[in-house]
């Protein structure tokens, strides 16, 4: 089974990012993220998609723990980028207190042992985005400029 890690998405800017996709999915027919973020709360991804190695329940305590020592940090979200013509997204740009709590988070997570890396992690910091529509874009990508 595969795993991601996020942080979910709330208040004003969770308003703002559900209009938004409401408003594509309207105007260019694009399904899959406004059907699945109803599925699963809308996040910011800070560790793409994993094969958990052993127990589940070793990272939930990590996460647990870590969040608790965390201090509050801020990110902004801004602009609309493109990762080649199947995604659309808002950039989120971290604070440099969060990239300091980012690269913390990831030193301690790759400790656990029990989680897959990929190349797509090493650069997620500078990736760090909320996905408007995703998978049925590429027909519509000339439409959406």
């Known amino acids: 089974m595969m795993y991601g890690i996020g942080i979910e998405v709330k208040g004003e800017c969770l308003n703002y990012f559900k209009n938004l996709v409401n408003e594509v999915h309207k105007k260019f027919g694009v399904d899959y ?5 109803k599925s699963y709360p809308p996040h910011i991804t800070i560790k793409y998609k994993f094969n958990k190695h ?3 329940k070793e990272i939930e305590r990590f996460l647990k723990n870590f969040l608790k020592k965390a201090p509050d940090c801020s990110l902004e979200v801004g602009e609309i980028g493109e990762f080649g013509k199947e995604v659309i997204f808002l950039r989120v740009k971290p604070s440099g207190k969060f990239r300091k709590i980012f690269k913390e988070f990831i030193k301690e997570l790759k400790l656990t042992k029990n989680i897959s890396w990929d190349k797509e992690d090493r650069n997620l910091i500078n990736n760090l985005h909320m996905t408007i529509a995703h998978k049925d874009v590429s027909n519509k990508f000339s439409e959406k400029k």
């Open 54 to 56: 052993g127990n589940l």
């Open 33 to 37: 993220t406004f059907n699945t973020y």
